[in-house]
């Protein structure tokens, strides 16, 4: 069943992909980026001028690098040789925008007349004047915004004093780090004009309409704290010719009316450019096919990393769980011990223990003198007892003894006179 499914949304994918293709004609000289390797030489990209301000844009298997990470204040830029032909047309285009601090910098897609001489590596603030259209893809009083700016060559957009004032279109976009490419698509047809973003309409209006004649064109610049840019896609697509269709259309009306040996004669007839075109469209067939093998990959690339960033998290959380009861108990312990604080704080504001510091202290002062006194008291007692082995004196006997003593005194006097 699953083998079953999977058919069949292949097949789905693949006529859808068929009525596309008969829609539209990759023009293949100025696209690039469509599963295949941008670059066989990785050295030169067909159909386009590269160059830049003191940086070449780099080309890689997968993508370009329009200015690196390190330094900043660098400016990439690329130019198609050919001019568009067609008044409809659909671009898409991918990029991808990563740094490490804040916005550092901004991208543009334009469609312009001369655009190597008029814009060559310029952004939309730096350039002076241009004839036609700039995407510009930056940050604008910190938001990450997608806007359309457009000029018929008389407005110096380098000297002018609010240069956002002149979108015609925006919406906002947070493009940076996001770890995949962002798509932006450009359509132009007979009746609109429309800039989507990741497959969400970004702005569109019925008053523009674009020349034939123009070439695309991609910079990018950096500043100081810079982000780097990288170029994933640039599909150019234009309807197939009318004529091819009506063609198409008298041919299958003619073999339907031929009789069977005549239509077999005339199938082997055909004409070698009826061959070329479907082969043409089998090969469109083939290379969207590889672009969408190359996004699926790419996805699944990403979920895998995204699932192993996911696990590594799950595990670091695990190891960290006892650590974390640990902090919450201890949280806990200093939540009770502040709210006790609180309460001892509120209890010695709302009282006063004036009157009970005087009691105390007059207490402390009875005590103290009355411990003076018992301690003399105690001194005094031992100091004056009387010892008990010694008999105490009668009167008679004390008035005799000081009979005697003052009769020793003045026979002493007699014997000094």
């Keep these: 069943m699953i083998l079953s499914s999977s058919i069949g949304r292949i097949l789905a994918l693949s006529s859808s992909l068929v009525a596309l293709s008969s829609a539209d004609t990759l023009v293949e000289r100025t696209s690039f980026g469509n599963g295949n390797r941008i670059s066989a030489d990785m050295s030169s990209l067909p159909g386009w001028q590269l160059s ?59 469609y312009v007349k001369n655009g190597q001489v008029d814009v060559g590596s310029q952004d939309i603030y730096s350039v002076s004047r241009f004839d036609g259209l700039a995407i510009t893809i930056d940050s604008s009083q910190g938001r990450g915004m997608v806007r359309g700016f457009l000029n018929d060559g008389t407005t110096d957009y380098r000297t002018h004093r609010n240069v956002d004032s002149l979108a015609f279109g925006h919406c906002e976009y947070f493009y940076r780090n996001l770890g995949r490419p962002s798509q932006i698509t450009i359509k132009q047809t007979m009746f609109s004009f429309e800039v989507l973003i990741d497959k969400r309409s ?18 990018a610049s950096s500043t100081d704290y810079p982000d780097s840019f990288e170029v994933f896609k640039f599909a150019l697509s234009v309807p197939r010719p009318g004529s091819d269709s009506g063609a198409s259309q008298n041919q299958r009306s003619h073999q339907a009316q031929q009789p069977p040996v005549q239509r077999s004669n005339t199938n082997q007839q055909a004409s070698p450019d009826g061959l070329s075109g479907v082969q043409t469209q089998i090969k469109n067939i083939q290379d969207r096919l590889h672009t969408l093998s190359t996004s699926t990959e790419r996805l699944l690339n990403d979920l895998a990393l995204l699932s192993k960033k996911f696990d590594e998290r799950n595990q670091e959380l695990a190891r960290n769980s006892a650590n974390r009861d640990q902090v919450s108990s201890v949280d806990q312990r200093v939540m009770r011990l502040e709210r006790m604080i609180e309460r001892v704080q509120k209890d010695l504001a709302g009282k006063d223990y004036q009157r009970h510091f005087t009691k105390l202290e007059e207490a402390l002062r009875h005590s103290h003198s009355g411990l003076l006194e018992n301690l003399h008291d105690s001194s005094h007692r031992k100091f004056l007892k009387p010892d008990p082995q010694r008999k105490p004196k009668t009167r008679k006997k004390e008035r005799k003894e000081q009979k005697e003593t003052n009769a020793k005194n003045k026979q002493v006097l007699t014997k000094n006179d």
């Excluded at 298997?61 to 390190?70: A, K, L, N, Q, W």
Aim: aromatic residues 12%.
């Design 202 to 219: 970004c702005f569109h209006t019925k008053k523009v309409f674009l020349p034939v004649g123009n070439t695309f064109g991609i910079t």
């Design 52 to 110: 830049g301000d003191g940086f070449i844009p780099e080309i890689m298997s997968d993508r370009i690098i329009m200015t690196p990470p390190y330094p900043g204040r660098k400016r990439g830029a690329m130019w198609t040789l050919d001019p568009v032909s067609q008044s409809e047309w659909t671009v898409d285009f991918e990029f991808r925008v990563n740094g490490e601090d804040g916005p550092g910098g901004n991208i543009q897609l334009w």
